[in-house]
């Protein structure tokens, strides 16, 4: 039941193809730009700040003068960091490390994108459907204080969840090959475990032990900003 909208969603998408032809001679798109991710509900409680990330994505047009493209699109948003000067014993010695742990999250996601046939000059509204995964991973790197030359780094955790959502969103013409694009939209993560940073936790040895583990639904609202390259 959790899928049952994604799929009903692509059905119509294509019967909808099947009958609507427009002027559109759009083939591929290449696209860029900043995400502002929200998240909401469990995860908006542990995670409680909005983030800003990196997105880009490519969509190809699925028929000629179909207003119907498919593609894969990548995210990525740090939801978590902190940075300190830890002291390890190691091998009977005692060191000092500038050591940063970070939480992170990165989306891939397949999509299906649907432009109406609707005239509004230079402005393309189109809506589109997400089905994909987030890998939440917890990452530190440490760099021994008396030889900056002598670094460490290792991913310590990490998680895949599978998530999939709906956004809409206008391109605005800027010349034949180049449109301003924003768009935003709903993305449901089903339960996955991750780490979140813990404020309040004063005691800690490691840089990793300021994180705690949780585990919940991974909803985010993401609102984007970028360029789309036609070719």
């Known amino acids: 039941m959790k899928y049952s909208f994604c799929f009903k969603?692509?059905?119509?998408?294509?019967?909808?193809?099947?009958?609507?032809?427009?002027?559109?001679?759009k083939v591929n798109f290449f696209?860029?730009?900043i995400s502002y991710l929200i998240p909401i509900g469990s995860f908006g409680q542990h995670i409680n700040?909005?983030?800003?990330?990196?997105?880009?994505?490519?969509?190809?047009?699925?028929?000629?003068?179909?207003?119907?493209?498919?593609?894969?699109?990548?995210?990525?948003?740090?939801i978590g960091s902190f940075n300190a000067i830890t002291t390890e014993v190691i091998d009977f010695g005692i060191y000092d490390f500038n050591s940063t742990t970070k939480s992170n999250l990165i989306g891939l996601d397949g999509k299906f994108r649907y432009y109406p046939d609707?005239?509004?000059?230079?402005?393309?509204?189109?809506?589109?459907?997400?089905?994909?995964?987030?890998?939440?991973?917890?990452?530190?790197?440490?760099?021994?204080i008396d030889s900056h030359d002598s670094s460490s780094s290792h991913i310590d955790k990490g998680e895949i969840g599978l998530n999939y959502g709906v956004n809409t969103g206008f391109?605005?013409?800027?010349?034949?090959?180049?449109?301003?694009?924003?768009?935003?939209?709903?993305?449901?993560?089903?339960?996955?475990?991750?780490?979140?940073?813990?404020?309040?936790?004063?005691?800690?040895?490691?840089?990793?032990?300021?994180?705690?583990?949780?585990?919940?639904?991974?909803?985010?609202?993401?609102?984007?900003?970028?360029?789309?390259?036609?070719?």
């Not at 990330?53 to 593609?71: I, K, S, T």
């Not at 005239?119 to 530190?140: D, M, P, Q």
């Not at 609102?223 to 390259?229: A, E, P, Q, R, S």
């Open 9 to 25: 969603f692509f059905i119509v998408l294509f019967l909808l193809t099947g009958n609507i032809s427009t002027a559109q001679n």
């Open 31 to 33: 696209e860029g730009g």
């Open 49 to 78: 700040s909005n983030h800003l990330g990196l997105e880009m994505a490519y969509l190809r047009q699925v028929g000629y003068e179909r207003p119907l493209f498919w593609g894969v699109s990548m995210y990525f948003t740090n």
């Open 118 to 144: 609707l005239n509004l000059g230079k402005v393309e509204w189109y809506i589109e459907a997400v089905l994909g995964f987030k890998w939440l991973f917890i990452y530190t790197s440490k760099t021994f």
């Open 171 to 231: 391109q605005y013409k800027i010349n034949d090959n180049m449109y301003l694009n924003l768009k935003g939209g709903y993305y449901q993560g089903l339960s996955t475990p991750y780490f979140a940073y813990n404020n309040d936790r004063t005691n800690f040895y490691t840089t990793l032990d300021k994180f705690d583990l949780k585990q919940s639904t991974t909803d985010l609202i993401h609102i984007d900003l970028g360029i789309t390259y036609r070719f």
